[in-house]
């Protein structure tokens, strides 16, 4: 009555119904992509700005 599969058979039904992954394509989650392509504009505005001061103060 009561009776639910255990996560992890849960989980390898989960898995099994996806698509298999497409070559080439490193993210499928848009919001994970919007987040690593946001991190590494900030990393390199931050040393262009940092690069600027440096040179502004030398």
Known sequence: ???R???EERIADRVAQRRPLE?????????AKFVFISLIVAVVV?????????M???
């Open 1 to 3: 009555m009561f009776y």
């Open 56 to 58: 502004a103060l030398h």
């Open 5 to 7: 599969k255990p996560l």
């Open 46 to 54: 931050m040393h262009v700005v940092g690069l600027a001061v440096v």
């Open 23 to 31: 070559e080439g394509k490193t993210f499928e989650h848009g919001p």
